[in-house]
């Protein structure tokens, strides 16, 4: 077992068997979250603890409004945690002020969400090699790493297409794309699949893992959808603010 977590750390029901040889590349240790409605104070995360192994997929299932989403955003460093720590890159980040997190969101993180946010004037070429230029990479290289992740996802044929003349599905494949064109360690995707039918779903979630298996990218996934779920190597469940790993 990697000593950067002892075993009696990891509570909540989530164990060490999640841990991998080569260590965890998140490591969230006793989380707390409230929020304020009203006069009450709602509790969302419990002292919660989990951890994502190095090139291991990971979803986390739970009933709308349970706090999935909320987990991945602080994970993310686009929410703050009450108290307790998220370690990543070797920092706290819940303690990084927000030009640190900005780095750190960009060199070390893609995310996918519900909805694809793909610049609307924009190609889907262009769309996916906007981070990694803006993140310094040269311009030839940029379009050719984006070129080549549309390929690999089915849609070498419609990098040149719009996000209107792109179906619901080729959307969300452009947005996983952009998620891994600056090869993040994490990926960090927030029901990727809740705005699409069976069939593309189906579709998206298959290229989603097999992508992050494929490049060893460690991918935490928060699903409602237990289908979409099961398909990870590692799955918790998040119920009254505590994870269960099943």
Do not use: W
Not at 130 to 149: H, N, Q, T, V, Y
Not at 155 to 184: I, K, W, Y
Not at 216 to 221: G, K
């Amino acid at each position: 077992m990697n000593k950067a977590v002892s075993k009696n750390s990891v509570t909540n029901n989530v164990t060490a068997d999640a841990m991998d040889t080569d260590g965890p590349v998140v490591v969230v240790r006793n989380l707390v979250k409230h929020y304020e409605s009203g006069n009450e104070k709602l509790s969302i995360l419990k002292d919660l603890c989990f951890q994502a192994p190095a090139g291991r997929t990971v979803a986390v299932q739970g009933k709308s409004g349970c706090g999935k989403s909320t987990l991945l955003n602080i994970i993310g460093g686009l929410d703050r945690c009450d108290s307790g720590s998220v370690i990543a890159a070797g920092r706290d980040i819940s303690a990084l002020p927000e030009n640190a997190l900005t780095e750190y969101r960009r060199s070390y993180l893609g995310f996918v969400f519900q909805f694809h946010y793909l610049l609307r004037d924009f190609t889907a070429l262009e769309n996916v090699m906007i981070p990694a230029f803006i993140g310094g990479m040269k311009k030839k290289d940029a379009m050719e790493k984006a070129r080549a992740l549309l390929e690999d996802l089915g849609l070498g044929e419609r990098t040149g297409h719009f996000p209107s003349q792109l179906s619901g599905g080729e959307r969300q494949r452009v947005a996983v794309a952009r998620s891994m064109v600056n090869d993040p360690v994490l990926i960090l995707a927030d029901e990727p699949t809740g705005n699409l039918d069976p069939q593309n779903s189906a579709v998206v979630v298959e290229l989603l893992y097999s992508a992050a298996e494929k490049r060893r990218t460690s991918l935490v996934l928060v699903t409602h959808d237990e289908r979409v779920a099961a398909r990870a190597g590692i799955r918790y469940e998040l119920e009254n603010g505590a994870l269960r790993q099943l």
